[in-house]
């Protein structure tokens, strides 16, 4: 009964912990206090290895991720938050995906930029959905498929932190039918 107390203990600091990590940020953002440096960076490395710390918790819920990403996809990207916003959107479709799905990433870039694109293959979105999508505290009717938390905050947070490097980030979403998430970065010269 101890152990079983303290797992649930643990599961709990953890969540609550994610949960005011979240807060801290979006409002962190908000007023500027932290303030975003970009400089250059190897988003084609860090998608890499983004997935890569994905894999167990995919491969628990039988998910399989697939990658196609280009090589030497430099950007002009704050390294501390584009971590953030790969793990955020990796980990929402994980978690909205039923199991034994598929969990598509792919970076491609442009002229001008960067495009990473993940796909899930999870509920879908409705159009009142897709309306509150972005904003703060926002519950969504799709819910995670096997209990995992979820506090309303992520893609809010991603938001503001692709809109302070100067990118752009959208959904397309068919209910019943998976969502994709895009996010568009300016490339580096280097």
């Known amino acids: 009964d101890q152990k079983k107390l303290k797992e649930i203990i643990e599961i709990s600091s ?49 998910i399989e991720i697939k990658t196609s990403v280009a090589k030497d996809v430099n950007v002009l990207v704050d390294d501390r938050y584009v971590i953030q916003i790969i793990e955020n959107l990796l980990s929402n479709a994980i978690k909205f995906s039923p199991k034994n799905r598929k969990v598509e990433i792919r970076l491609t870039k442009n002229q001008e930029k960067s495009i990473l694109e993940v796909k899930d293959e999870g509920p879908g979105l409705t159009e009142d959905d897709k309306q509150k999508l972005f904003q703060k505290f926002q519950r969504l009717s799709a819910k995670p498929t096997a209990n995992e938390s979820s506090t309303g905050l992520g893609l809010a947070t991603v938001k503001k ?19 994709s998430f895009f996010v568009a970065l300016r490339l580096s010269n280097v």
């Open 14 to 62: 953890t969540r609550m912990s994610k949960m005011i990590t979240d807060i801290l940020d979006v409002e962190a953002i908000e007023e500027n206090v932290e303030g975003i440096k970009v400089k250059p960076y190897d988003l084609s490395k860090a998608v890499a290895e983004v997935s890569d710390q994905f894999s167990e918790q995919a491969m628990k819920k039988g």
């Open 161 to 179: 932190f692709v809109e302070g490097m100067k990118g752009d980030i959208w959904c397309i979403s068919e209910y019943g039918k998976g969502a």
